[in-house]
C-alpha cells in the first residue's frame, strides 16, 4: 500500500470475501437531526450513514452492524435510520432501560434490533444501575436477543460470576479491551478465554486500535487465541469512527489484519460471514 496515501482514502490488500460484515461499528449524528445526549461523556464528530457506507465500499465489505453509543444514550433513531437505508445489509444493537415498553421492543425488533449493549467501561459512566440492567435482560430471551458487553480488562475477572449467570446469548467488546502491552498470559485475558468456552459466549476480535498502537500487530496473537478457543462465536469489526481514540486510526490496516487474525480462508469467511449470520440473522 502507497504509505502517501491518506487514511481517508486508502484501500486495504486483503480482499474480505462476499457478505462480509463489520459487526461494530457506529453511526453519529447529524446532531442537528440526532442530537447527542446531554449526560453524554465525550461529543463525536459527526459520522452520519452516508459517510460509513462510503468506508464499507472503499473497505470492501458488505454488511453492517450499528452499535449504539453512550454519546446518544437511549436515543437510537439515528441507528434505526441508518438500518433502514439497507434492511437486508443492516443489523443494530441497541441501548435500553426498564421505561421501554413492549410495543418499543417490537418497533425495535422490526427495525432490525437484535442485542441490547451495556457500558461497564470507567471512564464512560462505569457500571450501569444493575436493577434496570436485571430488568432489561429478563425481556431478552422473548425477543431472542443478545446482550453486548463493554468491560474494562480489569473487571473481567469481577464481573465473570454474574456474566456466567446470564440466560441469554453475550458478546464482549473489543477483546475484553485488554492491553497487548500485558502480554497473553495477563489474568483479565486468562479470564476472558474461560468464558469462551461456554457456548453463548462471543466475542468481537475488533479494537485492535485500542489495544495496541499502530501498526496494531500486537493485537494480532490474543484475536488469534479467541478465534481458536471459538471459531463460531467470534465476530469482526471496525469500531468506526473510533471514538476516544488517542490517534486517527488506519481503517485499512485494521482490515489488513484480518489474515493475521484468521489464517486460511476457510476461518476468514466464518469470521466475516458465517458468524454474523448465525447471531445477527443476515440472509444468506
Known amino acids: 500500500m502507497d504509505i502517501e496515501t491518506p487514511l481517508a482514502e486508502r484501500r486495504p490488500t486483503f480482499k474480505a470475501p462476499p457478505k462480509s460484515c463489520d459487526a461494530h461499528c457506529h453511526v453519529f449524528g447529524p446532531a442537528d437531526r440526532f442530537p447527542y445526549a446531554p449526560n453524554r461523556k465525550y461529543t463525536p464528530d459527526d459520522?452520519?450513514?452516508?459517510?460509513?457506507?462510503?468506508?464499507?465500499?472503499?473497505?470492501?465489505?458488505?454488511?453492517?452492524?450499528?452499535?449504539?453509543?453512550?454519546?446518544?444514550?437511549?436515543?437510537?433513531?439515528?441507528?434505526?435510520?441508518?438500518?433502514?437505508?439497507d434492511p437486508k445489509?443492516?443489523?443494530?444493537?441497541?441501548?435500553?432501560?426498564?421505561?421501554?415498553?413492549?410495543?418499543?421492543?417490537?418497533?425495535?425488533?422490526?427495525?432490525?434490533?437484535?442485542?441490547?449493549?451495556?457500558?461497564?467501561?470507567r471512564h464512560l459512566g462505569g457500571h450501569p444501575d444493575m436493577e434496570v440492567f436485571r430488568k432489561v435482560v429478563a425481556r431478552l430471551p422473548a425477543l431472542g436477543w443478545h446482550l453486548v458487553l463493554h468491560l474494562d480488562a480489569q473487571d473481567i475477572e469481577e464481573l465473570s460470576?454474574?456474566?456466567?449467570?446470564?440466560?441469554?446469548p453475550f458478546v464482549i467488546d473489543h477483546m475484553g479491551r485488554v492491553q497487548a502491552k500485558d502480554g497473553i498470559d495477563q489474568p483479565a485475558f486468562l479470564a476472558l478465554l474461560e468464558l469462551m468456552k461456554m457456548e453463548k459466549a462471543w466475542v468481537k476480535v475488533c479494537g485492535s486500535e485500542r489495544i495496541s498502537p499502530p501498526p496494531y500487530s500486537a493485537a494480532a496473537p490474543f484475536a488469534r487465541k479467541l478465534i481458536e478457543a471459538a471459531p463460531e462465536r467470534t465476530l469482526w469489526g471496525t469500531d468506526f469512527p473510533h471514538p476516544n481514540l488517542n490517534h486517527k486510526a488506519d481503517d485499512a490496516a485494521l482490515v489488513d489484519l484480518v489474515p493475521n487474525f484468521a489464517v486460511t480462508p476457510e476461518q476468514q469467511r466464518q469470521l466475516l460471514v458465517v458468524n454474523p449470520v448465525t447471531l445477527y440473522g443476515f440472509e444468506d
Open 89 to 121: 445489509r443492516h443489523r443494530g444493537v441497541a441501548v435500553v432501560d426498564d421505561s421501554f415498553t413492549d410495543k418499543d421492543f417490537q418497533m425495535m425488533h422490526d427495525g432490525g434490533i437484535r442485542g441490547v449493549r451495556f457500558n461497564f467501561v
Open 161 to 168: 460470576p454474574m456474566i456466567r449467570s446470564l440466560p441469554v
Open 47 to 85: 459520522a452520519p450513514k452516508e459517510m460509513l457506507r462510503a468506508l464499507h465500499d472503499r473497505l470492501g465489505i458488505d454488511r453492517a452492524v450499528f452499535v449504539q453509543a453512550s454519546c446518544h444514550d437511549t436515543d437510537n433513531r439515528a441507528m434505526l435510520d441508518a438500518i433502514a437505508a
